[in-house]
């Protein structure tokens, strides 16, 4: 392993968001997806982010991530407030800080794995770290696969290309939205696997949409969010916990509803 801290416990915060507010629309159409949410993400951590549908869980990933920008309130990763930054800036601040990972895996059809997983690392002129490399490989259980292209691999497979394509430019997090919402239970094992290996043994910082309890029993953390707010949160979940409090949230979503 090269230049990466080893162990998983915290070492300051690796993003944070200050006073967040995201509307969409205006006057009576106006939505509120964020409503003033304030949270330190720290690094060594495996975040989950929860919620009923429309809490805007994606939407304070998104503006975490720099894909989206906050009406109000700003936004910083490793030490950097996003609010003010130039296009230019915002670009670069995702190609050398920010990996991510998504549901549809997002990877070139025509290039292998190994062109796959080096592709942010090419377009950015950067060289590789070989040792780093060989490590996230064996660490993702790919190198058998390298010269393989997609369709030639099962979903599992290639979403680990895709863990293992956010991990190989060393960000300072990792945003991962729902990304074993396409996977069966066992491929789910396998990414969730590698991503809490990469939290361990790496030192990683990720943060982790997801609406699976499954899924989210694998964090440290999970920060629950309803119409906006951040209204619970949970360490060293299980997922019988993870299931009660989701339903109190549902529960809750119903009856303002009705």
């Known amino acids: 392993m090269t230049e990466q801290p080893t162990g998983g416990a915290p070492q300051g915060v690796a993003a944070s968001a200050h006073d967040l507010v995201k509307t969409y629309g205006s006057e009576e159409a106006e939505v509120r997806a964020l ?5 330190d993400l720290m690094k060594g ?14 939407t304070l990933m998104h503006c975490l991530a ?48 190994q062109e796959n997983i080096l592709l942010p690392m090419d ?10 490399f060989d490590a996230v490989i064996e660490a993702v259980g790919l190198r058998p696969r390298l010269g393989h292209r997609p369709n030639e691999m099962s ?35 396998e990414v969730l696997g590698f991503l809490r290996r990469s939290v361990d043994e790496f030192g990683q910082t990720i943060v982790m949409v997801t609406h699976d309890p499954v899924a989210a029993s694998w964090t440290d953390r999970i920060l629950f969010l309803a119409d906006g707010k951040i209204v619970d949160e949970l360490r060293d979940p299980d997922r019988d916990t ?7 949230l549902q529960d809750a979503a119903a009856r303002k509803a009705g």
Do not use: H, Y
């Open 66 to 113: 720099a894909l989206d920008t906050p009406t109000a309130g700003d936004a910083v990763v490793d030490g950097t407030g996003l609010a003010g930054l130039k296009d230019k800036a915002l670009t670069s601040l995702r190609r050398e800080k920010i990996g991510f990972v998504f549901q549809a895996f997002n990877l070139i059809p025509t290039l292998t794995a």
């Open 242 to 248: 993870i299931l009660e409090r989701m339903g109190a």
């Open 35 to 39: 409503d003033g949410v304030t949270v």
């Open 155 to 189: 979903g599992g497979q290639q979403q680990r290309v895709a863990c293992a394509r956010a991990l190989v430019a060393k960000p300072s997090i990792v945003f991962a939205d729902e990304p074993t919402g396409n996977l069966d239970s066992t491929s789910s094992a």
């Open 123 to 132: 377009l950015a002129g950067r060289k590789v770290d070989q040792e780093w």
């Open 45 to 58: 951590e495996f975040t989950a982010i929860m919620g009923p549908s429309g809490s805007g869980k994606s």
